[in-house]
């Protein structure tokens, strides 16, 4: 008996294994039916047939899709200060609770804090959550707070670099937002900063002024690689209003090899521009939601219902999973996630399409419809299920109740004990 206990148990090579899914792996050109095997956090494994019997824990994903954990490029998460009215403080979400549910793995705050409120931002939120929170610093050294956005003599790209250099890999770019005046200074030390850290740029152009067309910043500040976000927002003249196609600047942007982020908010989503431009061929590099209070209970809802839109307006599932795995962990130069090759973080995320009659709401409070809604079921981060929402990885209900420790074994989804890591 104790023979055959042992060989039971070695026959066990993997923490998790999912079987039967529909797994969309973009960077590794993979669309079809695979079984994925976890083990110590990493995938171990792909390929056409696991065994159960080689997994502590096997889960049928039949019907489903399997895909890279997602990734949201722009987020504002800075919470916990109890500042007003700002986002290095009451705007901002705690991560965890609305990362997983949409099979969210990694976010990046886009500006929420700057080199002289780092720190803090990542011992009040970075170090605590469970989300692999990665941050961009704004160009500002007080960050993104009421009162001090437009401060031009806290605007130092050698100081921002500074720390952006301390902090290699957890700082992944710099934020320029919400500028109103007409000087170029927010975008020039911007560029500076990111061109001495060697790391991207994002922009959200702030208000529309005529002494720094968009054209410019497009054309000539910006860099091969920085990303311009609310790219459908029509606000800064991202569209021609002759032909309701992307306007020049947005053209000779892509063509210089600048990103286009979707940065949907609570007013940078349009289907007026959005539509056409699509429609055209101008699709989003990347998917990001720009969630805070507001927009959250607006026409963004989450990751996933930014996504259902760009499906409703024709984009394929396995396009728009690019968007939102392997294409922003390039945009920041992650490599390593955003996808499932043999020995990549196992973050994980398995969806389920449904189809029926679903209305998708823009910046303007207006209603376009669409058919096909993509919902959660599970997900995984560091080979940990961090989320599931019809218990696939639970165990059945005997119809007895469970001891505290049968029940701690449960929500532990059989897995071997955590490893000791210094990482999310």
């Not at 019997?53 to 889960?59: G, T």
């Amino acid at each position: 008996m104790l023979a055959s206990c042992v060989t039971a148990a070695n026959a066990q090579h993997y923490d998790l294994v999912l079987q039967h899914g529909h797994v969309i792996d973009p960077k590794n050109g993979i669309d079809g039916v695979m079984d994925i095997a976890v083990l110590d956090g990493k995938v171990a494994k792909v390929a056409k047939s696991i065994a159960a019997s080689e997994a502590v824990k096997a889960v049928d994903a039949t019907g489903l899709y399997v895909t890279p954990g997602l990734i949201d490029i722009h987020v504002h998460a800075y919470a916990g200060t109890g500042e007003r009215d700002s986002y290095a403080g009451d705007n901002s979400l705690y991560p965890d609770g609305f990362t997983f549910r949409v099979g969210v793995t990694t976010v990046v705050d886009a500006g929420s804090s700057g080199w002289r409120s780092f720190e803090d931002f990542k011992q009040r939120v970075i170090d605590r959550s469970n989300t692999r929170v990665l941050a961009m610093l704004n160009i500002v050294g007080a960050g993104m707070r009421p009162g001090f956005e437009q401060n031009l003599d806290d605007m130092d790209g050698e100081a921002t670099a500074k720390v952006a250099m301390k902090y290699p890999g957890l700082i992944v770019g710099i934020k320029s937002a919400h500028f109103e005046g007409p000087e170029w200074k927010p975008y020039e030390q911007a560029v500076r900063a990111g061109t001495i850290a060697k790391i991207p740029v994002m922009i959200d152009y702030g208000a529309n002024r005529t002494e720094r067309p968009l054209y410019d910043l497009l054309s000539k500040v910006l860099r091969p690689g920085d990303i311009y976000t609310h790219m459908y927002s029509g606000l800064r003249n991202e569209q021609d209003p002759k032909t309701g196609k992307a306007s020049a600047a947005l053209e000779i942007g892509r063509k210089r090899g600048i990103y286009f982020d979707v940065g949907h908010g609570g007013g940078s989503f349009n289907w007026t521009v959005a539509q056409p431009l699509v429609k055209q061929g101008f699709i989003p590099d990347s998917i990001s939601t720009d969630i805070h209070i507001t927009s959250m209970n607006a026409g963004m809802k989450d990751e996933l219902n930014v996504a259902d839109k760009m499906i409703a307006l024709g984009l394929p599932l396995q396009e728009v999973v690019k968007e939102m795995t392997s294409n922003p962990a390039k945009e920041i130069q992650h490599p390593e996630l955003g996808n499932l090759t043999e020995g990549s973080p196992a973050d994980i995320a398995v969806l389920r399409v449904d189809n029926g009659k679903f209305g998708f709401v823009d910046m303007n409070n207006t209603v376009f419809p669409g058919t096909k809604k993509l919902i959660c079921e599970l997900t995984i981060h560091n080979g940990k299920v961090v989320y599931d929402l019809n218990g696939l990885t639970a165990d059945p209900w005997n119809g007895k109740t469970v001891s505290p420790a049968e029940a701690k074994r449960f929500t532990t989804m059989h897995v071997r004990p955590e490893k000791p890591s210094v990482a999310h």
